[in-house]
């Protein structure tokens, strides 16, 4: 293009108005008497050129040079077929599309690439009839298609759409110029104006492709209708976020100016700007609080980084929150602990009845620090036992007891490693961990933290929490706690840890190695008894406004509660059913009904409706094959019958009642003991393989398990099979070997308390667990005869009667035998 294309624009505009007028000047290509024309085809890829339209094209592949210059050699016109796919180099008659556009081609002119470039403008649609040749060039022989040129009404109402939406689309487009308005204005056909619109727009290849291949000019100005709505409302799209763009960044450049000016007034005044007043008195809270070393260094840090950077910068909420949280954390700040014990166990006394390992056990940690003041290492408790048994109100009293704040988080359901230890300050709203918030929240270095329900804790793919809180409650590393957000050394050594749970189950070995676990058993109805009449009644009457009623409960009212409307091992449901009573006197008292000032046994079932439960009591009569046996539960101690049935059959063992598989190896246990001392009992052993045992312990929906209904199931067996009754007030616990000795077992306290309870006089226990009758109270151990054994033969001594009440089980002999030393009497039998 170098040699007509100047600087100067004059002379560009003469040599470019040249060339064009040299196009006009080649004519037509003349029909023949069919109507057809036959002319050398130019190949297209990419690119298609409408009729009327002057576009440059770029020739490179040697077909279409060939065809060009031997247009021009003869001074005429060319047939431009345009290629289905541009990728191909080597067209065939299949890879052109049927309509063409015959054009003229102007001078050839070199590119420095090699390839020519020529001014082409397009004439008219021709459709291609055939193929006359295809080499050296192609030619072909075409239909002209003749247009209509006067529109009629509705083309015409489509032309005036086609030039509001194209005159709207060069108002917006910057790459479209307003000449190309003009010219469309001027335009008098519907094909022209369609074809005009659609160069001048950025069409796709595939679009151009369809325009070129719609003849009807109606449709094709249907068609660019269409195309204009469409890349109108992407060019408005555009317009609107090009407008917000710029409103924003005028804003900004505002602002900053205007800041600019205030800083100078500012200056002039000699007051300095706000932001520079907030630096330097964050700088001077941080010099002037009571921070570590490390920690003042590094806050000082992010202040000066804070100074350099301007006030709307994204950092600044991120460093100024971090500098914001070092300075409320309670680093050196503490309580002065209250270090008399006689005021301890006031607090203690007056908040919670029993609970005497708990409060044994903070007694002496005070006592030892009031001994060594500078002892450093607390103690980290773990509190274990059922359901409303008083362990998270403890924490309060040992708390007040000490004089330390009490702050509390529930880890139940936790399941992120980064609830404890924070997320890290590169992601958006970090904050630290609940571990360290508590902190923030207590105000002192040396709280008592209470970490609820530590057996609840969950672990997935965001990390494992109990892992996190190995650090925590270890006193080894705790007084250098880092947290991910904070990333410094945080001293959690004055913090006295306690955590709760309702089983060490679910407790990782490692995070339960590193706490002293205290057993909360579950209260006993005695105790309950006690905790109703200083503490729930007194709470129950304020909370229900009765307490001008002189309301009160007699025990046998509360036992009656206790044991016929709640099962449980604390204190929270036995709690409601005496707010529900109280709730009733408080409406009687409102409607100035009667009501009765003293809740005796009988009004219980009158405010409660009927019992809810039942408590079993002991065998009214002394039976063979029944033993009373003692179970643990959660819910306290509990009788337990064992039955023995003898039947005719195969020598089977069959157990019943939902047991598990300790308590089925104990009754196979207490079988074979039975059988290795058969003769001692006085049975014949052969009897073993014609009978069926059925061994059955009631309440078959509650599940059973465990050892220690070994000598029960023992003493019911040798029972049966001697006919010797037991004795109805005897009950007893104890596992059992091969041998018959008597092993310890656990629960002893709730064991002998629900023996107590259920009008049981003589209790039989392994002699190794003596120790654990400490825990029992007097009044039991007063009233009952606690019996302690070593073997078998010591358990049926207290529990069999000497009498045989009823004749033991024996089979049927077979009946070779049957008239061999058998009486008529006896074969009856």
């Given amino acids: 293009m170098s040699d007509w294309y100047s600087q100067d624009e004059e002379a560009f505009n003469m040599a470019l108005s040249q060339r064009t007028d040299e196009l006009y000047r080649i004519p037509d290509l ?19 050129i409408f009729p009327r339209m002057v576009s440059p094209i770029f020739i490179g592949r040697e077909i279409s040079l060939r065809a060009v210059q031997e247009a021009q050699a003869r001074d005429q016109t060319v047939i431009g077929l345009t290629q289905r796919e541009p990728e191909v180099d080597d067209p065939g008659v299949e890879d052109f599309l049927p309509i063409g556009v015959e054009m003229a081609v102007g001078r050839l002119l070199t590119m420095p690439d090699g390839s020519s470039s020529a001014l082409a403008q397009g004439r008219r649609r021709v459709e291609v009839v055939e193929f006359v040749r295809l080499e050296p060039v192609i030619v072909v022989r075409a239909r002209p298609i003749y247009e209509p040129t006067t529109p009629d009404r509705q083309t015409e109402a489509l032309m005036r759409s086609a030039l509001d939406l194209f005159e709207r689309c060069v108002q917006l487009d910057r790459s479209l110029p307003e000449e ?83 800083k100078a007034i500012q200056s002039e005044l000699g007051e300095g700007d706000v932001w520079t007043r907030d630096i330097n008195a964050l700088r001077e809270r941080v010099e002037k609080a009571a921070l570590p070393d490390e920690a ?4 000082l840090k992010e202040v000066e980084r804070l100074s350099q950077m301007p006030p709307m910068a994204p950092e600044v909420g991120i460093i100024r929150t971090y500098v914001d949280w070092i300075l409320q954390l309670p680093w050196q700040t503490t309580t002065e602990d209250n270090l008399d014990v006689r005021h ?37 408790l773990c509190f274990v036992g059922p359901p409303g048994t008083g362990k998270t109100s403890i924490g309060r009293s040992i ?15 936790v399941r992120d490693e980064a609830e404890i230890r924070g997320h890290r300050r590169t992601y958006i709203g970090a904050l630290p961990g609940g571990i360290l918030q508590t902190m923030k929240r207590a105000g002192t270095a040396n709280p008592l933290f209470m970490l609820d329900e530590i057996d609840k804790l969950g672990a997935d793919f965001r990390g494992d929490p109990a892992a996190a809180l190995l650090e925590v409650l270890d006193p080894e590393q705790n007084h250098a706690f880092s947290d991910h957000y904070l990333e410094l050394p945080f001293d959690l050594s004055k913090v006295m840890f306690i955590t709760t749970a309702n089983t060490l189950a679910t407790i990782p070995p490692a995070l339960l190695d590193r706490m002293e676990v205290i057993e909360f058993p579950g209260y ?25 009623t002189g309301l009160t409960f007699e025990k046998e009212a509360l036992q009656r509660i206790i044991r016929e409307y709640t099962y449980e091992a604390g204190v929270r449901n036995l709690e409601r059913e005496i707010g529900r009573i109280c709730r009733k006197i408080a409406r009687k008292k409102a409607e100035g009904k009667r009501y009765p000032t ?49 039947v005719e059959g195969k020598g089977s063992v069959q157990i019943t009642g939902q047991v598990g598989e300790v308590m089925q190896e104990s009754a196979q246990a207490a079988m074979t003991y039975l059988r290795s001392r058969a003769r001692h009992f006085h049975i014949d052993p052969s009897i073993f393989d014609r009978l069926d045992v059925h061994i059955h312990l009631p309440e078959g929906a509650i599940p059973k398990d465990g050892p220690s209904a ?17 004795y109805k007030e005897v009950a007893m616990t104890g596992e059992i070997t091969l041998r018959g000795r008597v092993l310890p077992v656990g629960g002893v306290r709730e064991k002998v308390l629900a023996a107590h309870r259920s009008n049981i006089k003589t209790v039989i226990l392994p002699e190794r667990n003596k120790k654990d009758l400490v825990d029992v109270p007097k009044a039991a151990r007063k009233e009952l005869h606690i019996v302690l054994v070593k073997h078998m033969d010591q358990v049926l001594d207290v529990a069999l009667s000497p009498e045989v009440v009823t004749k033991p089980p024996r089979p049927l002999r077979n009946e070779e035998d049957s008239g061999e030393g058998t009486t008529e009497e006896e074969k009856k039998e």
Avoid: C
Wanted: charged content about 30%; cysteine-free; proline content about 4%.
């Fill in 30 to 48: 003349e029909p023949d008497e069919d109507g057809l024309i036959e002319g050398l085809v130019l190949p297209l890829r990419d690119l298609v």
């Fill in 180 to 262: 190309a308005h003009l010219y469309a204005l001027n335009i008098p056909e519907p094909g022209w104006l369609a074809d005009m619109i659609a160069t001048a727009l950025s069409l796709n290849y595939r679009q151009k492709q369809e325009l070129l291949l719609t003849l009807d000019p109606r449709q094709r100005l249907q068609r660019i209708n269409s195309i204009l709505a469409q890349e109108l409302d992407v060019l408005e799209l555009e317009d609107q976020i090009h407008s917000r763009v710029q409103s924003e960044v005028d804003r900004s450049q505002r602002e900053y100016y205007l800041r600019e000016q205030m």
């Fill in 296 to 299: 003042r260094a590094v806050a």
């Fill in 344 to 380: 301890a166990a006031k607090v203690l006394n007056r908040d919670h009845y029993g609970l005497k390992k708990v409060k044994e056990r903070i007694l002496e940690y005070i006592a030892v620090r009031s001994l060594k003041p500078k002892k450093e290492r607390q103690p980290i």
């Fill in 399 to 413: 708390a007040e007891a000490l004089g330390r704040k009490f702050v509390r988080i529930s880890l139940g359901g």
């Fill in 524 to 548: 006993v109805e005695e105790e309950k008894v006690i905790i109703a009449q200083r503490f729930l009644i007194p709470r129950q009457i304020e909370e229900n406004g009765i307490e001008d």
């Fill in 598 to 646: 003293t809740i005796t046994a009988e009004l219980v079932e009158k405010f409660l409706g009927p019992p809810q439960y039942f408590y079993t009591q002991a065998e009214k009569e002394d039976e063979v094959g029944v033993a009373t046996g003692l179970a643990w539960t959660e819910n306290g101690g509990e009788i337990m019958f064992v039955e023995v049935a003898v």
């Fill in 710 to 726: 070994g000598i029960t199931m023992a003493t019911a067996l040798i029972s049966a099979f001697t006919g010797r009754p037991v």
